[in-house]
């Protein structure tokens, strides 16, 4: 099998080829236009795999995906090209709606003139694949609103409610690839992940930002009073269950994918802490203990309360569960960073230093 990634240079992208490539049989092409977030390194390991390919590719450029799918004749497509950080879309919506919205239409017009073109056999077997974000959803009741408010999951029933620029983009992209397949019949499913954490994950996220801002010295920035609660999904456990969707998923279906571990924004930056005091040694400007660098910031505009996912839908039909509990892969997550600090320096090239973004919207 044939699977063609766009965003492959990505944070979860990158997970997904690396899962495919180290586990299975199965051949890659990654399509990626390599914007600030994208990065090669992410894939350094895998990229001599002779069943691996690259393509510099922008997903709003018709052409050149025709181009591609013609060379390469994927088998399905995995699509994780997408401006995914809530903060930058209060900035600047309107790549969020050039790339989540006009780049995932032009990405289903090529990839339904390519499946129309494929003998019956091959249109049989391809699939698309929409990977999306339980942001979509809106929030859930927070505990100190409603003591039962952990009862309450997103389901993959839950209507949409988007709060955000980014969430309201991939709302809309989740609806474009689902009357993809009403009209035109192209063999689409759709997942919504909770918040994914690990290994290369870009230093503007949440948890990367906290474990190299205190290993700097610098304050760990928690918007409000950080009981934000957030459902955290380890990206090597999100990968394994992208790939069991999009082999063995049911066309037409969506599936919700999730950590099963709600945390606090607080609780999560505490157990960094907690961990960097024991794993990171003493220099210059990191003292012990690092929980005195935590500083309450002003709360994100919109910012939603709470998200939890359901995801006994995946695990019941498809067999699929994480393999992480968030103190596994936290510890995991922490101990990569301090391994992989070279890779965090090159990856910031000057465009992003860890400054808060979304702030400029007035």
């Avoid at 199965?26 to 691996?52: P, Q």
């Avoid at 450029?61 to 591609?68: D, I, T």
């Avoid at 339904?112 to 999306?132: C, D, M, P, T």
């Amino acid at each position: 099998m044939k699977i063609l990634v766009t965003g492959g240079a990505g944070f979860i992208g990158s997970a997904v080829i690396r899962h495919i490539i180290r586990h299975t049989q199965d051949s890659v092409v990654n399509v990626d236009k390599l914007t600030y977030a994208g990065n090669l390194e992410s894939l350094a390991e895998i990229s001599g795999s002779a069943r691996y390919a690259f393509e510099q590719v922008d997903i709003c450029n018709r052409p050149e995906l025709e181009r591609v799918f013609a060379e390469h004749q994927p088998d399905a497509v995995m699509h994780l090209a997408a401006e995914s950080h809530v903060d930058r879309s209060i900035d600047g919506p309107a790549e969020f709606i050039t790339t989540n919205i006009v780049g995932t239409y032009t990405l289903l017009e090529a990839a339904r003139h390519y499946w129309n073109g494929l003998s019956a056999e091959r249109k049989q077997v391809f699939r698309f694949h929409h990977i999306s974000t339980d942001e979509v959803y809106g929030d859930l009741p927070h505990p100190e609103e409603d003591e039962a408010a952990h009862q309450t999951l997103f389901t993959e029933a839950t209507p949409y409610a988007p709060s955000s620029p980014y969430s309201a983009s991939k709302a809309s992209s989740d609806h474009l690839v689902r009357a993809w397949r009403r009209t035109y019949g192209l063999p689409t499913l759709v997942t919504n992940c909770s918040n994914n954490y690990g290994p290369y994950h870009f230093p503007e996220k949440l948890i990367p930002l906290v474990i190299l801002n205190a290993l700097e010295g610098k304050p760990l920035p928690i918007y409000g009073k950080g009981d934000q609660i957030r459902d955290w999904l380890y990206v090597e456990d999100h990968a394994r269950a992208l790939y069991q969707v999009v082999t063995v998923g049911k066309v037409g279906e969506t599936y919700n994918i999730g950590g099963h571990n709600e945390k606090t924004n607080l609780e999560v930056v505490q157990t960094i802490c907690t961990l960097l005091d024991e794993l990171a040694p003493k220099t210059s400007s990191f003292q012990l203990p690092a929980s005195s660098l935590i500083t309450h910031v002003s709360d994100r505009p919109g910012h939603d309360r709470r998200y939890a996912i359901d995801a006994s839908k995946i695990e019941r039909e498809l067999g699929w569960k994480p393999v992480e509990t968030f103190e596994s892969g936290i510890r995991k997550t922490v101990q990569w960073y301090l391994n992989n600090l070279e890779w965090c320096r090159r990856v910031q090239d000057g465009s992003y230093q860890r400054e808060r973004l979304g702030v400029t919207y007035a």
